[in-house]
């Protein structure tokens, strides 16, 4: 996996994690090394995701100031 995987890629990484885990065909250790691993890849699905969420909120904030602008120059 890249170094700085999207969040598609991070996803789907997750969800063969969660598969793996599901199975139960794994050591204790093999296991708990697993479960590290998706909860790393959970934590950087939730860091692409606040991100997409605040990239949003700064644009709808910016199209909401253009509009009250424009309003005002009418």
Same mark, same amino acid.
């Given at each position: 996996?890249? %170094?700085?995987?999207?969040?598609?890629?991070? &996803?789907?990484?997750? !969800? +063969? $994690?969660?598969?793996? =885990? +599901?199975? *139960? #065909? &794994? $050591? =204790?250790? /093999?296991? @708990? =090394?697993?479960? +590290? %691993? *998706?909860?790393? =890849?959970?934590?950087?699905?939730?860091?692409?995701?606040?991100?997409? +969420?605040?990239?949003? @909120? /700064?644009?709808?904030?910016?199209?909401? #100031?253009?509009?009250? /602008?424009?309003? /005002?120059? !009418?």
């Amino acid at each position: 996996m890249p %170094k700085n995987p999207s969040f598609e890629q991070a &996803l789907s990484r997750l !969800e +063969e $994690t969660v598969s793996s =885990l +599901e199975v *139960g #065909e &794994l $050591t =204790l250790e /093999q296991a @708990t =090394l697993l479960f +590290e %691993k *998706g909860m790393a =890849l959970a934590a950087l699905c939730s860091r692409h995701l606040n991100d997409a +969420e605040l990239r949003i @909120t /700064q644009l709808k904030d910016i199209h909401s #100031e253009s509009v009250v /602008q424009s309003r /005002q120059d !009418e």
